[in-house]
């Protein structure tokens, strides 16, 4: 199993470019999510996904969009990337259940200029 | 709002030494909490998760604890090495499938050999 992959590891972007930051696991998880990571933040949740077809806000989802046509892949889309988007994303994911640990990706680091 | 905070921020230690980690949270109404380790630029490992009808959980020279009652959670390292320099992140579950973590800073522990 390669857990849960992520593409890109960097990426610099000028403001207003719009990008896709993939995420793929290969576990059968039915649930996945997004985080962003800053310093002295703590990791922030940013979209979440309980299934195929369903996605819902986190605590921090303006600027960002997702969807998810598959079990495995879920991908969060920067419309308009601003300064304030410059921070590392994680893609996690877990079968659910109070006891099931959620897994996370390596990160993708980006920078808007 | 669920809040988490985690006691000290950084903490260094001459290997061989015990120590504990400090995590507490505002809302008691969490189904686990979740230990993690994250190596500087690399993603987020699971250590320990303890559900929250249990007390605590073990795995080799670490223990975590909960008492959910009073909103703390502790990590105890035995016969800290240098390896295990790394930050420690403590995340709750409010909503009872783990896929919307609610994370403390962290605390970035330096074990000098």
């Known amino acids: 199993n390669a857990g849960v992959t992520q593409t890109p590891k960097f990426q610099v972007l000028k403001t207003g470019q719009s990008m896709t930051l993939q995420c793929a696991q290969d576990?059968?998880?039915?649930?996945m999510s997004w985080y962003r990571q800053d310093p002295g933040m703590g990791l922030r949740l940013i979209h979440y996904?309980?299934?195929?077809?369903?996605?819902d806000q986190g605590e921090v989802p303006n600027g960002y969009n997702v969807s998810r046509s598959t079990t495995e892949d879920f991908p969060l889309r920067l419309l308009s990337a601003a300064p304030s988007q410059t921070s590392v994303y994680f893609c996690?994911?877990?079968?659910?259940?109070?006891?099931?640990?959620?897994?996370f990706g390596p990160g993708t680091r980006l920078t808007v200029t | 709002k669920q809040e988490v905070t985690q006691i000290p921020a950084a903490l260094s230690v001459p290997e061989g030494e015990n120590l504990v980690l400090n995590c507490s949270f505002t809302?008691?109404?969490?189904?686990?909490l979740q230990w993690f380790r994250q190596d500087p630029g690399k993603g987020l490992t699971s250590l320990l998760l303890i559900q929250s009808s249990q007390r605590e959980q073990t795995s080799g020279r670490l223990n975590a604890s909960l008492d959910k009652s009073s909103g703390r959670s502790t990590l105890y390292i035995a016969a800290s090495q240098p390896g295990d320099s790394a930050t420690y992140l403590c995340?709750?579950?409010?909503?009872?499938?783990?896929?919307?973590?609610?994370f403390g800073k962290g605390t970035l522990l330096t074990v000098n050999p």
């Open positions: 995340a709750v579950d409010s909503g009872g499938s783990n896929y919307k973590l609610t």
């Open positions: 996690a994911s877990t079968n659910g259940g109070t006891g099931a640990e959620q897994y």
């Open positions: 996904s309980v299934g195929a077809g369903i996605t």
């Open positions: 809302d008691s109404a969490i189904y686990n």
């Open positions: 576990m059968n998880h039915e649930y």
